[in-house]
């Protein structure tokens, strides 16, 4: 990557807006802008750091736009090099024409994320922080942009820089012991490097305690909707995406092939998966079709076992309620419209568990059961002050391996298995750690997570 260019993006959506911004970045961020900008209070160059300025883009004599631009020197600016943005009026023609212009003074486009590759290149913040700048682009819950901010603020980062400089010092020891061997350090210091990598170890467990749950928020919770035939769980999916999605009909076995759509509850993203009723059948489009359904139950976050309330309960109802783990299910009474206001008399069998009436029918009930979804999504789990929770499969991954390494450096010790063994350990969870925040982290997986971004970020 050439940090010598000056890089410049359109920031802002390109749409008739109020606003548009287009950010430049670079050696010669300020002279470009200078060359295009009549100003009506002073010069660009030669001035500090966070000055506003109001003026004219122009072309030659043509005046394209009366704007404002704001100067951030070099390093007091996020990607810590000269940095200035030109606030025009929102019009995607104006933009881009502002964008040509600073393209024939010498700027180059920028690439996805490559403003906030910049950052993290020079230091200004380290890998999780650009991650997070990311996630709380795409925020779009308060617990979703809480973790986020959480992490942009450096406390994921600070916390593992802390577990790694326990096991630097550990490691330290560790290899002490094999460079002097005739020093026998051996059994004064073996018993403190155990408690000190315990306590990184337990420091590193209770970040990936709700790390499952980070991911989820992340990435959106997924929720089967499961069932005997024709207990109206695909009414019940057109129902909460408002839209005729699945076919129903009365046939008992309508769907064969499981559907997948997502609805959003406060924010939260939720993937909401139709099934195949199960049944006993000796069909054998509908057998694969309910093998397919068993798959899905057991790889869902939540599940919907839907139950039809016009019906006696049966063995079959009772046995898909017994399979679902408690705290990972809701049972749906469907069908209320035609119970008249009565409650079916088996309700007494769900005692102890989360249900809740509803008809796909009429929408009654359809409501609240978004809010139970909502709420056993999220039940317990927002971060208390000083936790800290790993947010993404890429971190979770990595302090999993530093946590395998930091294991095997016990038993290792335990065992007394031999220094050189133990060191190994430790240096593989120092690189997992590294890892995590972008100090050992490939250029190619850099690339890749940057290339997620939007350009102009
Ligand atoms: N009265 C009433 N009928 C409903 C309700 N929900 C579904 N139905 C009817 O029940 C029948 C079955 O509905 P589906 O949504 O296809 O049921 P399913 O569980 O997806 O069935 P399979 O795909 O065969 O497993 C259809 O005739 C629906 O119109 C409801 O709340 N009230
Ligand atoms: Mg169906």
Known sequence: MNLDD?????????????????????????????????????????????????????????????????????????????????????????????????????????????????????????????????????????????????????????????????????????????????????????????????????????????????????????????GRPNVGKSSLLNRLLKDQRAIVTNVPGTTRDYIEESIQIKGIAFRLTDTAGIRNTKDLIESEGIRQSRNVLSRSDLILVIIDGGEKLNEEDLKLVRDVEKHKSIIVINKIDLMAGREPEWLSEFSGRDYISVSAKTAEGCDELESKLYEKATLDVSPHKDEIWITNRRQKQAAERALESLLKAIQGLEDSKGEEFVAEDLRTCLNALGDIVGQTTPDDLLGQIFSEFCIGK
């Open 6 to 226: 000056t890089i410049a993006a359109i920031v802002t959506p390109l749409q008739p807006s109020g606003l548009g911004v287009i950010r430049v970045s670079g050696k010669q961020a300020v002279s470009i802008v200078e060359h295009l900008f009549k100003s009506s209070t002073g010069k660009l160059e030669n001035t500090g750091s966070n000055e506003l300025f109001h003026g004219w883009i122009h072309d030659d004599e043509k005046l394209i736009d009366r704007v404002l631009v704001i100067i951030m020197r070099s390093p007091r600016s996020y990607t810590t090099e000269d940095v200035v943005e030109i606030q025009c009026h929102g019009s995607p023609f104006i933009m881009r024409k502002i964008l040509d212009l600073l393209m024939r003074q010498g700027a180059r486009l920028a690439e996805s994320g490559e403003f906030t590759q910049r950052a993290f290149l020079h230091g200004r913040i380290d890998l999780t922080q650009a991650e997070a700048v990311l996630d709380l682009v795409h925020a779009s819950s308060e617990l979703g942009s809480a973790l986020a901010v959480q992490q942009l603020r450096g406390k994921l980062y600070n916390a593992i820089e802390d577990v790694r400089s326990q096991v630097v010092t550990t490691s330290s020891l560790v290899e002490a012991s094999i460079d002097f061997p005739e020093e026998d350090i051996e059994f004064v210091h073996f018993d403190e490097c155990i408690r000190q990598i315990k306590r990184a170890c337990s420091d590193l467990k209770k970040m990936l305690v709700h790390a499952n749950h980070g991911l989820r928020v992340r990435e959106g919770i997924s929720v089967a909707l499961i």
